[in-house]
């Protein structure tokens, strides 16, 4: 743990996006932009609900 925090991917350390996940996570993504935890996890959700929002919005 503490060679993960003073290591080379310390500054890639992430809070999840989500409102409800609790999770932390090394973004080892090439750019580091990554949000979420897991896509099939909290982005897909995060997605599903702004989808569904703008259909509400365009009824």
Known sequence: MIELLSGPFSGRIRECASDDCPLVFVDTSRP????????????????????????????
Do not use: I, P, S
Request: hydrophobic fraction near 35%.
């Open 32 to 59: 580091g932009a990554r949000r979420w935890c897991a896509m099939e996890r909290c982005g897909n959700r995060h997605k599903l609900r702004a989808l569904r929002a703008r259909r509400a919005t365009d009824a």
